[in-house]
DNA sequence: GCGGTGACACAAA
DNA sequence: ATTTGTGCCACCG
């Protein structure tokens, strides 16, 4: 079991369930995830989480999580947005040098992930 | 228990 | 459109 993994049944174990079912070549917002976790207002702390998982990343998609702006967090770890544009850019995300997507693209069914309270988005697509 | 931190979101100016 | 401030949450010391 790797090492970083949370407990199951915490709030970063629900991350990392949703996390870990993002399909390849589609991208969520921090606060998708938040809303998937059961707190909408949980993004910073799905930062955190993600954030908690570095090192640990093998088999965990962390760089198909943006924020809501369709951009890739840089937040000063120049190193790590560099990293998560490069592994987008290889499923096939366009990105442009500014960490810039098309959410309305490539953004994954959220439906089609795990799902631990409502989704809030009130869109029926 | 409290205050600080962080890969956020949103409203206001 | 950009910057600033406020709200929110989990985790750590």
Redo the contacts with the bound molecule.
């Keep these: 079991m790797n090492r970083m993994e ?1 407990a199951a049944g ?3 174990g629900r991350v990392w369930e949703i996390v870990r079912a993002i399909p390849s070549g589609r991208v969520v ?4 995830v ?1 809303m998937l976790s059961g ?1 909408r ?14 090192g640990d ?1 093998d088999g965990l998609p ?2 198909r ?1 943006i ?3 369709g951009t890739i ?5 120049l190193q ?1 947005a560099t990293l ?1 544009r490069l592994l987008l850019l290889r499923e096939g995300v366009v990105v442009s040098e500014q960490g810039g997507l098309e959410m309305a693209r490539f953004r994954a069914n959220l439906r089609a992930l795990p799902c631990y309270g409502a989704l809030d988005d009130g869109s029926d697509f």
């Design positions: 949370p915490s709030f970063r917002s921090y606060g998708d938040a707190d207002k949980a993004a910073r702390a799905v930062g955190g989480a993600l954030r908690a998982f570095a990343h962390w760089h999580v924020n809501s702006q967090s840089f937040r000063g770890d790590r998560q």
